[in-house]
C-alpha cells in the first residue's frame, strides 16, 4: 500500500498529462504503466548489476580501506606543524582507527550475512511489486471517485470542510513527494558526473547513492559523504581534496538553484521541526520512520490548522482577528 501510494502521487502528473492530450483515463495509466516497464528492465539489464557489484567490492574491501585511511592519517602526523601533539594525537588516532577497523569488520560481516538472506528479500519485493500495480491502477482511475465516494458519506455540513482538507493534504503529499523524487535524480546525476570527472573508484553508485539518501531531509546529504570520503582518502590526499569540493559545488547549486526551484516552501515546515522529526522516527520506527514523518506530519498538519479555523471560528474569542482578515480580502 505504501509503495501504491508513493507511486501514485509520482505517476499521476504524468497520467493526467497523457489524459489531456487526448486519451482515455485507462488508456494513459497504461502508456504510463508501459514507461515504466521499459525504465524498469532497463534499470535492471544496466545499472542494478552494476550497482550490486560495485557495493558489494566496496563493503567487503572496507576494512582494507580503513586500514589505508590510517596509513595516510600516521603520515599526516609526521608533520613539523604537530609535532608537540603527536604523542596526544598518536594515541587518539589509534583509539579510533580500532573502533573504525572494528566497526567496518563487523560491518562487512554483516552485510555479506544479509546478502545470504537476498532470495527472501527479493521474494517480499515481487510479491510487492506484482500486487503494487493492481492498487495502483484503481489509485489512478478512481481516486477522485473515493474522495467524493467518501465526503458524500459525511453530513452535509461536514462535506466541505473535510473536502478541503482531504485537497490540501493531497496538494502537500504531491508536492513533497514529486519534489523529493525530482531533487534526488539531480543530485544523483550530479554526484555521478562530477566524481567520474575526477577518477573516484565507484563514481556511479556513489552517486546513485547520495541521490537516493538525499531523499532524507539535511541528513541524507552527510550520510552519503562518509563512503566517499573513505575512498577519497584510499585514494590520496589529492582525491580527499576534490571530493570535498564536489561536495561544496553540489549543496551551493542544490541549495542555491535546484532546491528552491523544485521544492520551493511546499510544506513550510522549519529546518529545526524537521531535523527533530527525523531523529525521533529514526529511533523508534528505522528507515520507514525516517521517509514517511515529514509528509506524515505534514498531512497532520493540515488537519490541526483546519481545526484551529473551526476553533477561531465557532469560540468568539478571534472576532477582531477574523473581521480584520475579512476587511482585507475586500480590499484585494
Not at 34 to 51: D, R, Y
Amino acid at each position: 500500500m505504501v509503495i501504491s501510494t508513493i507511486l501514485y502521487y509520482l505517476t499521476k502528473p504524468l497520467v493526467d498529462l497523457i489524459e489531456h492530450l487526448g486519451p482515455s483515463r485507462t488508456t494513459s495509466i497504461f502508456i504510463v504503466f508501459g514507461l515504466f516497464i521499459c525504465l524498469l528492465v532497463w534499470a535492471v539489464s544496466g545499472f542494478i548489476p552494476m550497482i550490486q557489484t560495485q557495493s558489494r567490492s566496496f563493503i567487503e574491501d572496507l576494512p582494507k580501506y580503513v586500514g589505508k585511511v590510517n596509513v595516510e592519517a600516521n603520515k599526516v602526523l609526521e608533520n613539523e606543524w604537530l609535532v608537540n601533539y603527536k604523542p596526544q594525537l598518536q594515541d587518539l588516532l589509534a583509539e579510533t582507527s580500532q573502533k573504525a577497523l572494528d566497526y567496518a569488520q563487523t560491518f562487512s560481516k554483516n552485510a555479506i550475512d544479509w546478502a545470504g538472506n537476498f532470495a527472501g528479500a527479493i521474494a517480499r519485493i515481487t510479491v510487492a511489486i506484482i500486487i503494487s500495480p493492481f492498487i495502483l491502477f484503481y489509485f489512478l482511475r478512481d481516486s477522485g471517485k473515493m474522495k467524493n465516494g467518501l465526503v458524500d458519506v459525511l453530513p452535509i455540513k461536514w462535506r466541505q470542510p473535510i473536502s478541503r482538507v482531504l485537497g490540501d493534504i493531497n496538494k502537500q503529499l504531491s508536492g513533497y513527494m514529486q519534489g523529493q523524487v525530482t531533487v534526488a535524480i539531480i543530485v544523483g546525476l550530479m554526484f555521478s558526473i562530477m566524481f567520474s570527472i575526477v577518477g573516484l573508484k565507484y563514481s556511479i553508485t556513489f552517486g546513485i547513492i547520495a541521490g537516493f539518501l538525499n531523499m532524507i531531509p539535511y541528513l541524507g546529504s552527510f550520510l552519503a559523504m562518509i563512503p566517499v570520503i573513505i575512498m577519497g582518502l584510499v585514494q590520496g590526499p589529492l582525491m580527499l581534496v576534490k571530493v570535498l569540493i564536489i561536495f561544496t559545488i553540489e549543496q551551493t547549486i542544490e541549495g542555491r538553484f535546484v532546491a528552491p526551484l523544485v521544492l520551493g516552501n511546499k510544506l513550510s515546515i522549519h529546518p529545526i521541526t524537521i531535523m527533530f522529526l527525523l531523529l525521533t522516527a529514526g529511533s523508534m520506527f528505522g528507515v520507514w520512520g525516517v521517509f514517511l514523518v515529514i509528509p506524515l506530519y505534514a498531512s497532520v498538519k493540515v488537519v490541526v490548522k483546519e481545526i484551529f479555523d473551526w476553533y477561531k471560528a465557532v469560540s468568539g474569542m478571534y472576532e477582531e482577528e477574523l473581521v480584520e482578515k475579512e476587511e482585507l480580502g475586500n480590499v484585494e
